[in-house]
Antibody
Framework: QVQLVESGGGVVQPGRSLRLSCAAS????????MHWVRQAPGKGLEWVAVISYDGSDKYYADSVKGRFTISKDNSKNTLYLQMNSLRPEDTAVYYCTTAGGWNAHFEYWGQGTLVTVSS | QSVLTQPPSASGTPGQRVTISCSGS????????VCWYQQLPGTAPKLLIHRNNQRPSGVPDRFSGSKSGTSASLAISGLRSEDEADYYCAAWDDSLSVLFGGGTKVTVL
């Protein structure tokens, strides 16, 4: 059973930074592209970013472009999301998911980690 | 980047058929596959349909998907109480992003 476990969430002040991690197990991580998807409290799903299997291609939602950076370390089976210049509207549960190519096919999901941006 | 358009709610009695629509454009649904996700309260989303109409292993055949032009739909036949959840459509967009629908809350009356 594939397992994705996010960590790194918490309460942070506006303008500060936070780094999320997603540890993957029971899959050949180096063969998978990965996404981050978030969900604000009581709201719908919002795609955040995607990275190709080898880290060579990265794409971002307009709402986070220039502030967030997605990366993956295939030697550690871990996906990251570096979040800078955080805003209150970034408050959400952040999920990591596997990519099934350049599409919206998210087969495996983590349980999510809550990020709260508040002073 | 805009969202795909879904109705905010849908409902039916047990055993009924419920259909959820998802409208996009030529840049997303019109040129890329649609996926559907089910999210039960307090849990992560679950892949329900991929490649417009394909069910992953373990998804009951009561769930079916279709696509025509720039629109897609999810049908739930033989509605059951455990189907009460939020449902989201999603598609890759040619702007190199993923778009989600706003979500449809299905209520079993």
């Amino acid at each position: 059973q594939v397992q994705l476990v996010e960590s790194g969430g918490g309460v942070v002040q506006p303008g500060r930074s936070l780094r999320l991690s997603c540890a993957a197990s029971r899959l050949t991580f180096r063969n998978y592209g990965m996404h981050w998807v978030r969900q604000a409290p009581g709201k719908g799903l919002e795609w955040v970013a995607v990275i190709s299997y080898d880290g060579s291609d990265k794409y971002y939602a307009d709402s986070v472009k220039g502030r967030f950076t997605i990366s993956k370390d295939n030697s550690k089976n871990t996906l990251y999301l570096q979040m800078n210049s955080l805003r209150p509207e970034d408050t959400a549960v952040y999920y990591c998911t596997t990519a099934g190519g350049w599409n919206a096919h998210f087969e495996y999901w983590g349980q999510g980690t809550l990020v709260t941006v508040s002073s | 980047q805009s969202v795909l358009t879904q109705p905010p709610s849908a409902s039916g009695t047990p055993g009924q058929r419920v259909t959820i629509s998802c409208s996009g454009s030529s840049a997303n649904i019109g040129s890329n596959d649609v996926c559907w996700y089910q999210q039960l309260p307090g849990t992560a989303p679950k892949l329900l349909i991929h490649r417009n109409n394909q069910r992953p292993s373990g998804v009951p055949d009561r769930f079916s998907g279709s696509k025509s032009g720039t629109s897609a739909s999810l049908a739930i036949s033989g509605l059951r109480s455990e189907d009460e959840a939020d449902y989201y459509c999603a598609a890759w967009d040619d702007s190199l992003s993923v778009l989600f629908g706003g979500g449809t809350k299905v209520t079993v009356l």
